[in-house]
């Protein structure tokens, strides 16, 4: 039997404009953790939806254990004991952990769902791996790491012995990293091989075996971990050094532009969620907020942008009363938002580059020109802005009429940022800004958020990378279960500290 799990040979996959995938070549070990890295773009994901019989290549070949395999849809991939876990988790809130994982594959006993059966079955399943997880317990009320074993449960339960983990850290805290670390390796242990898709060098070089690196849709580094670093992944990822460390000089804060008093808001269950939040953030500096997620940070930026009520309390903006007003008016007074979610928030997916990059100002002159008694839409000047913002943040392909649908993360997330910071805004609310993007990207957008602060504009920062709020933070403030419980200068904080505050734990 062939010492190889994964043999991808010569793959190829062109899309409209775009060649994905050109002739690369992937090949994985038995019972190693292969860590697969690159730009936003690069062809990371295409490479894993074919392996996953999501996509068909055009040219090329799979072999999985030295077995030649021909997917037609994801069904094949399963059967042939490949899974993936997404980096957007596929559970149904309601259900509970049990019925979640054998959705699809239930169980039965006298033609009926055997759930006694699912739960000893998943119980088993989370005891020989260390996951540690309740059958019986209803999704909605566990953490986001949780849920991410859920979804681990799930392809064992299907027989996977080849894993595929898509930014499986992107929404973890620092002690829920070192936890997927522990079931990682203990997979890795009992024979199973795991792919791991990541932007974060640092847990590359923790976690992994060996290391691919794409690059435009090539394979340009296959190295052993223990033989490389992080600096030189870097380097091969998008071709030339890169900073890890934002520089930048010491903040000159001024004035408050926001000033949050005794906020307090219900979230989508009509529960409180925000619970008296006072803050403020000056012109020219950077405050960092860091929380787990699910403690009030999305309820709270959709406060300040108009997208949710406030129950009590008052938002500020240079002075003026903004709370409750709609997000056309909160834009109207010079705030930007960078949003979490891109694809909900902070693009039209079905829209070209150019149509997003002017969303929120498209009914302005000289986006819109009067003919008579009607406005029309100004196609020329749209383009101009797209043009030049494409090339200003190097949004790849360069094609302004491309369908955001068909760009990278990294990419769509560059057109946000782009439009956002060219309003010239008072006030920046960046909400993960650089979630599942590549270093070079993290890199550029770091730097302009810096850029804007030095040009004395207030940022208001929220992450669950605790690499970045440290790295841009000139204050860090820690929210957990709707309250602010700690406000710090950046030498007093280290990860451990935040970490713990972040989960109620420490002041």
């Given at each position: 039997?062939?010492?190889?799990?994964?043999?991808?040979?010569?793959?190829?996959?062109?899309?409209?404009?775009?060649?994905?995938?050109?002739?690369?070549?992937?090949?994985?070990?038995?019972?190693?953790?292969?860590?697969?890295?690159?730009?936003?773009?690069?062809?990371?994901?295409?490479?894993?939806?074919?392996?996953?019989?999501?996509?068909?290549?055009?040219?090329?070949?799979?072999?999985?254990?030295?077995?030649?395999?021909?997917?037609?849809?994801?069904?094949?991939?399963?059967?042939?004991?490949?899974?993936?876990?997404?980096?957007?988790?596929?559970?149904?809130?309601?259900?509970?952990?049990?019925?979640?994982?054998i959705l699809g594959q239930e169980p039965s006993k006298n033609g009926l769902v055997d759930i006694a059966k699912a739960n000893r079955v998943v119980r088993e399943l989370s005891e020989q791996y260390g996951l540690q997880v309740d059958p019986l317990a209803k999704?909605?009320?566990?953490?986001?790491?949780?849920?991410?074993?859920?979804?681990?449960?799930?392809?064992?339960?299907?027989?996977?012995?080849?894993?595929?983990?898509?930014?499986?850290?992107?929404?973890?805290?620092?002690?829920?990293?070192?936890?997927?670390?522990?079931?990682?390796?203990?997979?890795?242990?009992?024979?199973?091989?795991?792919?791991?898709?990541?932007?974060?060098?640092?847990?590359?070089?923790?976690?992994?075996?060996?290391?691919?690196?794409?690059?435009?849709?090539?394979?340009?580094?296959?190295?052993?971990?223990?033989?490389?670093?992080?600096?030189?992944?870097?380097?091969?990822?998008?071709?030339?050094?890169?900073?890890?460390?934002?520089?930048?000089?010491?903040?000159?804060?001024?004035?408050?532009?926001?000033?949050?008093?005794?906020?307090?808001?219900?979230?989508?269950?009509?529960?409180?969620?925000?619970?008296?939040?006072?803050?403020?953030?000056?012109?020219?500096?950077?405050?960092?907020?860091?929380?787990?997620?699910?403690?009030?940070?999305?309820?709270?930026?959709?406060?300040?942008?108009?997208?949710?009520?406030?129950?009590?309390?008052?938002?500020?903006?240079?002075?003026?009363?903004?709370?409750?007003?709609?997000?056309?008016?909160?834009?109207?007074?010079?705030?930007?938002?960078?949003?979490?979610?891109?694809?909900?928030?902070?693009?039209?997916?079905?829209?070209?580059?150019?149509?997003?990059?002017?969303?929120?100002?498209?009914?302005?002159?000289?986006?819109?020109?009067?003919?008579?008694?009607?406005?029309?839409?100004?196609?020329?000047?749209?383009?101009?802005?797209?043009?030049?913002?494409?090339?200003?943040?190097?949004?790849?392909?360069?094609?302004?009429?491309?369908?955001?649908?068909?760009?990278?993360?990294?990419?769509?997330?560059?057109?946000?940022?782009?439009?956002?910071?060219?309003?010239?805004?008072?006030?920046?609310?960046?909400?993960?800004?650089?979630?599942?993007?590549?270093?070079?990207?993290?890199?550029?957008?770091?730097?302009?958020?810096?850029?804007?602060?030095?040009?004395?504009?207030?940022?208001?920062?929220?992450?669950?990378?605790?690499?970045?709020?440290?790295?841009?933070?000139?204050?860090?403030?820690?929210?957990?279960?709707?309250?602010?419980?700690?406000?710090?200068?950046?030498?007093?904080?280290?990860?451990?500290?935040?970490?713990?505050?972040?989960?109620?734990?420490?002041?």
């Amino acid at each position: 039997m062939s010492e190889f799990a994964v043999e991808m040979r010569e793959i190829t996959k062109q899309f409209p404009r775009v060649l994905a995938n050109d002739h690369v070549s992937f090949i994985v070990k038995k019972g190693e953790i292969h860590a697969l890295v690159g730009e936003n773009g690069a062809g990371k994901s295409t490479l894993m939806n074919l392996l996953y019989g999501l996509l068909r290549p055009d040219k090329g070949t799979i072999a999985i254990h030295g077995q030649a395999r021909h997917f037609s849809g994801p069904a094949d991939a399963i059967a042939s004991g490949i899974g993936m876990v997404h980096q957007h988790f596929m559970l149904i809130p309601p259900l509970t952990v049990a019925e979640n994982v054998i959705l699809g594959q239930e169980p039965s006993k006298n033609g009926l769902v055997d759930i006694a059966k699912a739960n000893r079955v998943v119980r088993e399943l989370s005891e020989q791996y260390g996951l540690q997880v309740d059958p019986l317990a209803k999704v909605e009320t566990l953490s986001v790491g949780i849920q991410q074993r859920i979804e681990i449960i799930k392809i064992l339960y299907r027989g996977a012995d080849i894993l595929i983990l898509d930014e499986p850290t992107a929404v973890l805290t620092p002690q829920e990293s070192n936890e997927l670390f522990d079931i990682l390796r203990a997979l890795k242990a009992q024979g199973k091989t795991i792919i791991l898709i990541t932007h974060k060098l640092q847990e590359v070089m923790r976690i992994s075996d060996q290391v691919t690196v794409m690059r435009r849709g090539k394979v340009v580094g296959n190295v052993a971990t223990a033989n490389t670093s992080k600096s030189e992944l870097a380097t091969m990822m998008v071709g030339r050094e890169v900073l890890f460390r934002v520089v930048r000089n010491e903040a000159r804060p001024g004035e408050d532009v926001l000033r949050i008093q005794d906020l307090h808001a219900k979230n989508n269950k009509h529960l409180p969620c925000l619970r008296g939040i006072s803050l403020s953030v000056k012109a020219g500096e950077i405050l960092g907020l860091a929380g787990v997620e699910g403690n009030g940070q999305t309820e709270l930026v959709e406060a300040l942008t108009g997208l949710r009520k406030a129950e009590e309390g008052h938002i500020y903006i240079e002075g003026r009363d903004v709370t409750n007003l709609l997000p056309k008016q909160v834009r109207a007074n010079g705030v930007a938002h960078i949003p979490e979610d891109r694809h909900r928030r902070g693009l039209v997916l079905d829209y070209t580059v150019a149509q997003n990059i002017v969303l929120g100002i498209h009914y302005q002159p000289p986006y819109v020109k009067r003919l008579g008694f009607f406005d029309a839409i100004n196609f020329s000047s749209i383009a101009q802005k797209a043009r030049r913002l494409i090339e200003e943040f190097d949004i790849r392909p360069p094609e302004q009429d491309n369908l955001a649908r068909h760009l990278s993360g990294g990419n769509q997330q560059k057109v946000i940022v782009a439009r956002e910071l060219d309003q010239n805004p008072c006030l920046i609310i960046a909400a993960q800004p650089t979630r599942g993007v590549d270093v070079g990207s993290i890199e550029f957008i770091h730097q302009r958020l810096v850029q804007a602060r030095d040009n004395n504009k207030a940022v208001l920062l929220i992450s669950a990378d605790l690499d970045e709020i440290l790295s841009l933070s000139d204050r860090i403030a820690v929210i957990y279960d709707g309250k602010i419980v700690g406000m710090l200068q950046p030498h007093e904080a280290s990860e451990e500290r935040l970490g713990l505050m972040m989960t109620g734990g420490g002041k």
